[in-house]
């Protein structure tokens, strides 16, 4: 080797690389209830009046409106949107960019929240009717348009959304793919 060079591998060795670590805002609001060891990922929207329990994650760009109750040991993926009056159980897991709405016939003056009951899953791109019931340890395939109650311990799927096996089928397919 050159002395040039070598002269650069020595000074490479030396320096320290800094990096630009900037504060990525989030928008909880002060009126907002968060529990403990809730993490709000960048840039994501929790409205005023909104419950979030203990040790529940929302994802970047998520949109958590105002007066929406989360429960604890959740996880709400990115670009998911809750709507005014969402209620969500403890143990529910929702998707990347899945949309719970409020209107069943929009622009109406009156809302009816979605209703998710603890341990559900809604998948990747569903979208939940205003006032529909997301049964308790019941699965939303992604993609899935749900206009009508998902019964316990059931999988849903396809536009409209449904019953397509239940939830131990669900979980018997989980474990195969897991053990590929």
Known sequence: ?????????AMGKKRKK????QKVPNMISSEATIGKNVRVWNFAYVGPGAVVGDNTKIGSLAHVDYNVHIGKNCKIEGLVYLAPLSRIGDNVFIGPSA???NDPYP????????????????????????????????????????TKDVPPNKVVMGIPAKVVYTREEY?????????C
């Open 1 to 9: 080797m050159s002395g040039q060079i070598k002269r650069k591998v």
């Open 18 to 21: 800094k990096y630009n670590i």
């Open 99 to 101: 949309c719970l709405t």
């Open 107 to 146: 622009l109406s003056n009156k809302m009816v929240g979605v209703k998710v009951e603890n341990g559900a899953i809604i998948c990747a791109k569903a979208v939940v009717k205003a006032g529909v019931t997301v049964g308790e340890n019941s699965v939303v395939a992604m993609g899935s348009v749900v």
């Open 171 to 179: 979980e018997k397919k989980r474990a195969q793919w897991n053990s």
